[in-house]
């Protein structure tokens, strides 16, 4: 009886690449595996077929001689059929199969670990002031958490008792059996796949070996911090069950607005009101900082969409030496209302002053050279 072309098998060009090739075959043994396909012998030919064209043609030495020769080339030295040993890395291949079909390994693939685990990790998001991230803190967490049963020191046994070892799978955690071509394991049932079993549970834990209590920390934020950034705190996760150890604490920063500056980086804005005086004429103005209050010079000129920077008066920089600028957006401060000599004042400024552009003409420029609030007022009638 002649075989079927092993690319015809697989569904692949004569060029497929090794990813394509592992991808086609998983998709067949995912679509024609005998646990989805009991008691259906096509499905199991037909699986049967796709792993021993796979284990021909991931191979390169007999990819080679197949191309070379086709079937003769690699026939004898092995029986025809599924050869486990031409997998490079079998559990890749069948990624999350044994999870799929609820088996637990293949081939002893992606075996479950037996006995004490390590717990889980946890996360806390902690807010924190501007103030705060700018000087460093130190904040005191509360964190529920799994730990340790003090009745039973973390056995899961009430005193005076012990884990015995499981009798059905005899501390392997597995039980094998063939199905097919296949050895198929499984989870023990009987101890859940922890080998062992508890004849007498601790009545304080369960059996469990933990028990849910509240953990008071004291963490350390550094100076300089932004959101997003975490603190780990090793080992101060839930304890894993039956004794494991415990995982890590991941404590994720939250920075809060701030009613005066935003915050770029390791850079603070904020935004000033400046009299139209001291932008014209130059001056000096008071500035806040997070450290109090500092002088900032205006250079005369200074245009009320101007930018003036503050050296070194930004946030440390939290990886490294030395800190952010601080950066002042500069706003003209325009009076609500003026009294009559104040108006006098501006309207006589307003005529001396060299009148700008308003409306430009056909060439670019501005052709009406009255004064400003004469043509504000021919706008607004």
Known sequence: MSKRDYYEVLGVSRDVGEQELKSAYRKLALKYHPDRNPDDRTAEERFKQAAEAYGVLADPDKRARYDKFGHAGVAGGSSPGFDPSTFRDFNDIFGNLGDMFGFGDVFGAGRQGRGPRRGANLRYDLPISLDDAAAGTE????????????????????????????????????????Q????????????????????????ACRGDGRVSRERKLKVKVPAGIDTGQQLRLQGEGEHGPHGGGPGDLYVVIHVQDHPVFRREGSDLLCAIPVSYPTLVLGGTITVPTLNGSETLHVPK??????????????????????HGDLYIDVKVAVPTSVSQEQKALIEDLDRIMPQRSFEPNEHGDDDDSRPFFSRVKDIFG
């Open 180 to 203: 097919g071509f296949l050895t198929v394991a499984r989870p023990c049932s009987a101890c859940r796949g922890a080998g062992t079993f508890i004849r007498k549970p601790c009545n």
């Open 301 to 322: 000129g200074t245009q009320g969409d101007a930018r003036l920077r503050l050296r070194g008066k930004g946030l440390r920089h939290v990886a490294g030496r030395g």
């Open 139 to 178: 904040a005191t967490l509360q964190v529920p958490r799994e730990e340790p049963c003090d009745r039973c020191s973390g056995s899961g046994a009430s005193p005076g008792s012990s884990r015995e070892t499981c009798p059905q799978c005899h501390g392997r955690g597995q039980v094998r059996y063939q």
